[in-house]
């Protein structure tokens, strides 16, 4: 329990630490890295909560394939960040008012992990009574995923879906030569 | 990339080994955390490890552009079919229990089925992610040499 408790906290410093670092820095590379660094802390966190599921997606696409993908995108561009020109004070005050507010209001947030919590008041007793008996798989994520709630799901496939044609739609376009006129006869690449 | 050994070597050995434990989170998602999405992120990141190591030619050799489209799709279409079928036995739309004779069974068969379709859409639109963005760059240097000329 109280290593359960350290571990926590040294996780949630370095994830404080790696987000300021992320803010900071101007090297777009050393940023996706530290993206990924991130995803794999808040992984570690969701194991600590046994949260299995969401701490195996978060390490396989936070810190898998959105890195590859973030390189895949730093070889399009350049690889530092444009310096910010100022301060903008009146983004400042907002982001500062904003977060007093929601720090407030977490305390009226009901206490973590507690049985009446709405949460766990809701449709949360049905699945973990009858999860097994319905299904016969111990896996309760899976079973309200693939099954109690799988409309939820397919609609979750088909957004993927059309993320992927939207993406194969954007970059089909040929690409224009910078700082010249484009050539209309431009020989296209298989597509 | 293709001449270090090391990356070479390496990456021979890590690609079988990602490629099962995708297949080990896709078809043991019930007992295990784990199931579609997961499975195909981590079975498309072998591929596109590989298409580091060896180029995208050699891994489009493999799973090629045209497959992935067709993949992506028959992985929705699997999901709505098994949810058309359950409709077609007498049941409600993505309602597994019309598929067998036993509750428990149909519920299974359908969950598996239906994160196969999630794995493999899942799968092949991270690999098209990939592709496009790793082909943009070839484009992109072929216009500019062009334009150098």
């Known amino acids: ?13 370095f994830l404080v ?8 820095v101007r090297d777009l590379f050393s940023a996706a890295m530290l993206f990924a660094i991130y995803s794999l802390l808040s992984a570690g966190l969701f194991a600590i909560l046994d949260a299995g599921d969401v701490a195996l997606t978060e390490a396989a696409v936070g810190a898998g394939i959105s890195t590859i993908l973030f390189l895949a995108v730093l070889a399009l561009t350049s690889r ?19 977060g007093a507010c929601l720090i407030y209001a977490a305390g009226d947030l009901p206490d973590f992990g507690a049985a009446d919590n709405p949460a766990q008041l809701h449709v949360a007793p049905y699945y973990t ?27 979750e496939v088909f957004v993927i879906l059309t ?14 030569r910078r700082r010249r006129k484009p050539e209309p006869g431009e020989p296209e690449d298989n597509t | 990339m293709r001449t270090n050994g090391i990356l070479r070597v390496i990456a021979r050995f890590l690609i079988p080994l990602i490629m099962l434990f995708g297949l080990y989170i896709q078809f043991h ?18 591929w596109i490890l590989f298409a580091l190591i060896y180029g995208l030619d050699a891994a489009l050799a493999v799973i090629s552009q045209r497959a992935q489209f067709v993949l992506a799709c028959l992985g929705a279409l699997l999901y709505a079919f098994v949810g058309l079928l359950g409709v077609m036995l ?25 994160e196969f379709g999630v794995g493999v859409t899942v799968a092949a639109c991270s690999m098209l992610f990939f ?10 240097d072929a216009v500019e040499a062009g334009g150098a000329d």
């Open chain 1, 80 to 98: 530092e960040e444009h310096p910010a020109p100022g301060t903008n004070r009146l983004a400042l005050a907002v982001v500062t008012v904003t």
């Open chain 1, 163 to 176: 993320a992927g044609l939207a993406v194969v739609a954007l970059l089909s376009v040929p690409p224009r």
């Open chain 1, 1 to 13: 329990m109280v290593i359960e408790f350290l571990i926590d906290i040294a996780l949630l410093m």
């Open chain 2, 29 to 46: 998602g019930e007992y295990s955390p784990g199931g579609g999405f997961q499975a195909g992120v981590v079975f498309a990141a072998a």
């Open chain 1, 17 to 24: 630490t790696v987000a300021i670092a992320i803010v900071r």
């Open chain 2, 131 to 140: 592709t496009f963005f790793a082909r943009r760059k070839r484009e992109i």
């Open chain 1, 129 to 155: 009574e009858q999860t097994y008996s319905d299904m016969g798989i111990p896996n309760m994520v899976a079973a309200v995923l693939a099954g109690y709630r799988s409309i939820d799901t397919m609609g």
């Open chain 2, 90 to 114: 007498g049941g409600r739309f993505l309602d597994f229990r019309p598929l067998l004779e036993s509750p428990q069974a149909a519920q299974q068969a359908g969950i598996i089925a239906v």
